[in-house]
């Protein structure tokens, strides 16, 4: 039975939908799935350990390790024993740039095993030097074909050297049913929660994500007393290094500041302008945020794509999004189901919150219900798995 062999660094919630995908495609056509993590854990990313049996086979090389300790030569003599215990026909590597994805693109050619890079690197995120982009192309030529999720992925792939006709697209979907179904039934059980709306930013708490601008933005315009957001709060949810920076930021700007979701609290004072921080969350909890937000922000000042916004999506909500972002780039028409902004101008960002908070209910639940149009059309589950197939029978 040939054999698939699917590598990341570390598996979460985001790589299991995709691998599942992948297994329902290629289960009829006789071929076998083995997802190859390289570690049981990263310093990123505070998982909960995934134990529901799979239809797949999973292979972890360093169980009991953290990806970003283990040095480049374990990890290399690691990947290369795995590989041969699997002895894949194909691999669909994450990138190029780790050693762990270095090691398997060396693997499969020196066996004969068709090698797919996975990508959503963009020619737009961050600033290019030519000789790292020489040498990215000595990588990406060594590779049998793409995976992708935009086009512009695609594009900076043709730019390094990979033909077009060998990239496939979609490699950045989610789960997309595990969301509706999860915010519907949240929904459903929740009918008498009385909460005043509230845009929903997820993210870790870095620079590039640009909340401290958000933060900014929904400040001064809430000051303005003909502003629609009075009437709006705002949740942050996620954690990382700028997490205490932001509480201080949004309680200097006269915001109260909340350590909880907006359903943990009692809201007394229905005048007060909240900015809720719950932290880090499980998957299992995502959907619970989703179906109470009245709309979802993303304000990155470059992002390569932002699964966060196929969830939001899934759940039926509105998107507000940095253009430079690759989601809104294939999935915010504007105008239809979001807006997308400049994230370096706060004014932008808040004349788009505004934009959302002056319509009518039916106005965003009709948004919303675009989201989960166009998310299915554009980015359905199985994409993964259909793309994989495409790139491996190419």
């Given amino acids: 039975m040939p054999t698939l062999a699917i590598q990341f660094a570390r598996l979460g919630p985001y790589h299991l939908a995709r691998i599942d995908a992948a297994a329902n495609a290629l289960k009829g056509l006789d071929w076998k799935v083995v997802a190859l993590e390289t570690a049981g854990s990263d310093s990123t990313y505070a998982w909960d350990e995934e134990t529901e049996q799979q239809s797949w086979e999973r292979r972890t090389i360093f169980p009991n390790e953290t990806w970003e300790s283990i040095p480049p030569r374990r990890v290399k003599f690691g990947m290369t024993d795995g590989l041969n215990q699997i ?3 194909a691999v669909a590597i994450s990138g190029w740039g780790s050693p762990d994805a270095r090691a398997c693109l060396a693997w499969c050619k020196r066996h004969g095993a068709k090698a797919i890079v996975m990508s959503e690197t963009r020619q737009a995120d961050g600033n290019r ?3 790292k982009e020489q040498i990215k192309k000595r990588l990406v030529s060594q590779f049998d074909a793409g995976l992708v999720g935009a086009l512009s992925h695609r594009d900076y792939l043709v730019k390094l050297g990979l033909s077009p006709e060998a990239i496939q697209l979609g490699y950045n979907v989610v789960d997309n049913h595990y969301f509706t179904i999860e915010a519907n039934r949240f929904r459903r059980e929740n009918t008498s929660l ?4 509230y845009f929903l930013a997820l993210n870790r708490f870095i620079e590039r994500k640009n909340l401290d601008r958000l933060v900014s933005a929904y400040a001064e315009t809430t000051r303005n007393t003909d502003s629609k957001l009075k009437g709006w709060d705002l949740c942050l949810l996620g954690d990382g290094p700028l997490m205490s920076q932001l509480k201080i930021q949004a309680a200097a700007a006269g915001l109260n500041v909340a350590e909880v979701a ?3 609290t009692v809201q007394e004072d229905q005048g007060e302008t909240t900015v809720f921080f719950p932290g880090f969350r499980q ?3 995502l959907p619970h945020f989703y179906a109470h937000a009245s709309c979802f922000v993303h304000p990155a000042i470059e992002e390569p794509w932002g699964l966060v916004i196929n969830e939001a999506m899934a759940c039926g ?8 972002v690759g989601a809104a780039e294939e999935l915010v028409d504007d105008g239809v189901n979001g807006w ?3 994230a370096s101008d706060s004014g932008q960002i808040a004349e788009a919150m505004n934009r959302i908070a002056a319509l009518e209910f039916e106005q965003i639940s009709a948004l919303g219900q675009a989201s989960l149009r166009i998310l299915e059309e554009r980015c ?6 259909e793309g994989l197939w495409s790139a491996i029978s190419s």
């Fill in 87 to 89: 002895q894949p026909n």
């Fill in 129 to 131: 030097a030519w000789w």
């Fill in 194 to 197: 009385m909460l005043r709306p």
């Fill in 262 to 264: 907006p359903w943990e």
């Fill in 283 to 285: 998957i299992e909890e």
């Fill in 317 to 324: 909500l509105p998107i507000l999004s940095s253009a430079n």
């Fill in 340 to 342: 997308t902004f400049n």
């Fill in 380 to 385: 359905p589950t199985e994409a993964f798995g």
